[in-house]
């Protein structure tokens, strides 16, 4: 089973530039969530979404956006890359729950990304 | 969702049992604890959860205080594929709140 697939593993922006990390998962989970993960700490929430056509906003979306059209696909957009932006991106992807038990999220490997 | 807190650091010999506690004073009734580990910059990856009983499976052992303020993580044989950051994570929603976790390095 490949489960999440993100692309590309590896990237240098040049500041102001565009980008769309993408991300995949065959398992046929209705939630899906983007994750930046600085040096040193822990994983913060950007983005999330729980079904086509329905995104959210998390803890840190600014100079991001999502968007949803596939169960599938939820590629993340950086619309003009900033330094703050160095970061690793994680997407992740769980099933609907019929209650509070088993929430557990299925992650990519990671994009590495570095604005310079 | 509570905030959880956890010491940014433990050291563990290879072979032994590797406690790793984590404080949830502020938990409420229906949120659950979560604990995922991420193993050299890879994705998170989950190990274990728990309402108020403890549980156990392959990987892991969960021990819930009664007071549910509190638990621990126990990886019984820590063998050196176990140094990573652990997370433990209360939920009850659609989002996770990662905090640093505990970084486990464990010993040959």
């Known amino acids: 089973n490949a489960g999440v697939t993100q692309t590309p593993k590896f990237r240098i922006l040049k500041i102001g530039q565009s980008m769309t990390l993408q991300c995949t998962q065959d398992?046929?989970?209705?939630?899906m969530y983007w994750y930046r993960q600085d040096p040193g700490m822990g994983l913060k929430l950007i983005y999330y979404?729980?079904?086509?056509?329905?995104?959210d906003k998390g803890e840190v979306p600014n100079g991001y956006n999502v968007s949803r059209s596939t169960t599938e696909d939820f590629p993340l957009r950086l619309e003009l890359a900033a330094p703050s932006q160095t970061s690793v991106y994680f997407c992740?992807?769980?099933?609907?729950?019929?209650?509070?038990?088993?929430?557990?999220?299925?992650f990519g490997a990671g994009t590495r990304l570095s604005v310079l | 969702d509570a905030k959880t807190t956890q010491p940014p650091s433990m050291d563990c010999a290879e072979g032994r049992a590797a406690n790793l506690p984590c404080n949830h004073s502020?938990?409420?009734?229906?949120?659950?604890v979560y604990w995922y580990r991420q193993i050299h910059s890879q994705g998170p990856q989950y190990i274990i959860h728990?309402?108020?009983n403890n549980e156990t499976n392959e990987m892991a052992s969960l021990i819930i205080t009664e007071d549910r303020k509190s638990s621990t993580l126990i990886l019984p044989h820590a063998t050196l594929r176990d140094t990573a950051v652990y997370y433990c994570?209360?939920?009850?929603?659609?989002?996770?709140?990662f905090g640093t976790g505990t970084s486990l390095t464990v010993i040959p």
């Open positions: 502020t938990i409420s009734g229906n949120e659950y």
């Open positions: 979404s729980v079904g086509a056509g329905i995104t």
């Open positions: 728990g309402l108020k």
């Open positions: 398992m046929n989970h209705n939630y």
């Open positions: 992740a992807s769980r099933r609907t729950l019929t209650s509070g038990a088993k929430n557990i999220q299925y």
């Open positions: 994570i209360t939920n009850t929603g659609n989002q996770f709140y």
